[in-house]
């Protein structure tokens, strides 16, 4: 009797709870995280089914160290570290590895060894390898261990794409059978949604291919492209290179994870011209016809001296002769006319100074200078391109909006409605569209344009900024175009970091650009114009 | 009467209390059922998965591509494009 009451008063309380920990089972129910779809309804980042190895210390019927020699292998993981994993005192039920293949698991159950178990899991795969790796960016574990994106469209969206976990807890007979007449609750998981982008697989592949050709044929360091469609600002594709693997992002240096096309800043040099012309344009400060009347020689600003990339000058050039020619003289003419505050205002205008909208993870948005701060000698650098510092994005997006009658598009990976605004008229954007017509058939890039074919476009050589001075070996070189000129299927941009065969991009970003666009011709329906 | 009575309620009262066990016998196995019907509906959601991972991997273009090679594809190295008065070649009479 005394006994009884012992049970059932002094620690019933504490029994009761002993007994429903034994009967009541909960688990987590993992939520399944969304794909990332291309243009065409095919996978470019989905779900792989992948198991958690797990030990139920009671049930062994070996020892660790038997168990740890036949697993590890398999596991391709180090005997001692397994070993001690599964010897760990007083632990029951140990997680041994996460996330590993189908394959794996059929291998270890082979084997069947009493007390290992597995559990399903999942784990993301990237069909299309290494292809448009900085766009997706990865899925890696946070500081909680839980599976969480990072770096581009896996970073940017990570919460919609990781849904919501669930819970359920039911009660549980001896055999481990639910008891329905037993307390159950149950928080459904919330399945993450899915993304359908813009991306073209066919697009992003000859981009990927073309690009790292390029690269290694002119001994850059590295480069970027993006192809967008103009007229909505889709992004259509975008490579870098080198690039890494986001299945086996731990195995890759953390520098290749940022996407340069919208990460790294640089000064744009000759293809900031465009802008610039646009500015002037469409301020009424200058007209395509309109003569440089300081295009003799050398331009003294301050105490600078200024000179063309060639030395080669051309007095009383038009102003589509000082685009055709990248004149950096004829540039400074436009500045002067334009002035600092309106070319600022431009600049503003065209996106600069902010960000581009796109919806990937990581973007870097560098800052314009604050108008009252800029001189004449800002005001002289800027109009051909030096003392600004911009990203890909911008510049594609900013050079979008000529193509596109004026209209600035939103950069968007994923599908949405596209958001334009107007920022120089559509009279504008014809006299500039015609001026690129121009300097891609007769500027210092004319050697490599594809005949025949309407391309709008302009090469840029930078020089690199380092420690407060400039590089006086290493250069940027880019180019920009749209085709067809004054219909436009699609725009690109080509940067290449440090071209060793030449430093200038006539030489090096032009004929990259006219080797993808080859290709991207008849994919996009692009016909000779004779 | 009252005698019967008390035979009838202890027998009504047998009744339920062996409808109540076998009811608890029969949810009990129920329980069981819905376990393995739980594990089925896992091995089922597993072999889903496994046929969309085949088929994404199957899409992949850097897959079909390399396979087009094995295969003997090519790309195209020169288009030519032909005006559209060249167009047709051939007349039937």
């Known amino acids: 009797m005394l006994k009884l009451f012992i049970w059932q008063v002094v620690t019933g309380g504490n029994l009761a709870k002993e007994a429903k920990n034994q009967y009541r089972s909960g688990k987590v129910i993992s939520a399944p995280r969304g794909n990332i779809y291309a243009a065409d309804g095919s996978i470019l980042a989905g779900r792989k089914e992948a198991w958690l190895l797990y030990a139920s210390v009671p049930d062994f019927k070996e020892g660790p160290p038997e168990i740890a020699k036949k697993i590890s292998p398999i596991l391709e993981a180090d005997y001692e570290i397994l070993k001690d994993t599964l010897a760990v005192k007083g632990a029951v039920w140990i997680p041994v590895t996460h996330k590993i293949s189908s394959e794996v698991k059929n291998n270890i159950e082979a084997l069947d060894i009493a007390g290992l178990g597995f559990e399903p899991e999942e784990d993301r795969a990237y069909p299309e390898a290494s292809a448009a790796a900085q766009l997706l960016g990865f899925v890696g574990k946070n500081a909680e261990g839980e599976d969480t994106g990072y770096f581009g469209l896996e970073g940017y969206y990570n919460l919609p794409l990781s849904g919501r976990r669930g819970y359920s807890s039911t009660d549980k007979d001896a055999k481990g059978n639910p008891i329905l007449l037993g307390d159950f609750q149950e928080v459904s998981a919330l399945g993450g949604v899915d993304l359908m982008t813009n991306i073209d697989k066919t697009v992003q592949l000859i981009l990927e291919k073309r690009l790292k050709e390029g690269i290694e044929k002119y001994g850059a360091k590295g480069g970027s492209s993006m192809v967008a469609d103009p007229t909505t600002g889709a992004i259509l594709a975008m490579a870098s290179y080198p690039s890494f693997d986001p299945a086996q992002y731990r195995e890759y240096n953390d520098s290749l994870f940022k996407n340069p096309a919208i990460s790294d800043t640089f000064e744009p040099g000759s293809v900031f011209k465009v802008v610039v012309m646009s500015a002037a344009l469409d301020a009424g400060a200058v007209e395509p016809e309109t003569i440089c009347d300081i295009c003799t020689g050398p331009f003294r600003v301050d105490k600078y001296s200024i000179a063309t990339w060639n030395n080669k000058y051309h007095p009383d050039s038009t102003m589509t002769e000082v685009i055709v020619n990248s004149d950096n003289v004829g540039m400074i003419f436009v500045g002067q006319k334009l002035g600092a505050d309106k070319l600022y205002d431009y600049l503003k205008k065209f996106g600069f100074g902010d960000s581009t909208g796109i919806d990937l993870q990581g973007e870097a948005v560098p800052a314009l200078r604050p108008k009252s701060s800029w001189n004449i000698v800002d005001l002289a650098t800027a109009s051909f391109g030096q003392g600004v510092a911009i990203t890909g994005a911008q510049l594609i997006r900013a050079v979008s909006a000529i193509a596109n009658g004026g209209k600035l598009p939103r950069l968007e990976v994923v599908k949405g409605k596209p958001k334009l605004e107007q920022i120089i008229s559509p009279q504008t954007a014809a006299k500039m569209t015609a001026m690129m017509v121009e300097a891609a058939k007769n500027g210092e890039a004319k050697w490599t344009n594809t005949r025949g074919f309407s391309v709008a476009g302009k090469t840029g050589t930078a020089q690199i900024p380092i420690a407060g001075h400039y590089d006086t070996q290493n250069t940027m070189a880019s180019f920009i175009g749209f085709s067809p000129a004054n219909n436009p299927k699609f725009i690109m941009l080509i940067t290449l970091n440090t071209p060793q065969s030449s430093p200038w991009a006539s030489e090096t970003a032009a004929p990259l650009w006219y080797s993808i666009a080859k290709d991207l011709f008849p994919y996009f329906n692009i016909q000779p114009e004779n | ?93």
């Open chain 2, 1 to 93: 009467m009252k005698k019967f009575k008390n035979y009838l309620l202890i027998f009504v009262l047998a009744v339920i209390a062996a409808a109540n066990i076998f009811y608890l016998i029969g949810i009990s196995a129920y329980g069981a059922e819905m376990s393995e019907l739980e594990n089925e509906e896992t091995a089922i959601s597993g072999q889903i998965q496994n046929y969309k991972e085949q088929i994404m991997n199957k899409s992949s273009l850097v897959e079909i591509g390399k396979k087009a090679e094995e295969l003997g594809f090519g790309k195209p190295q020169n288009v030519i494009y032909v005006a559209g008065e060249s167009a047709v070649v051939a007349k039937l009479p």
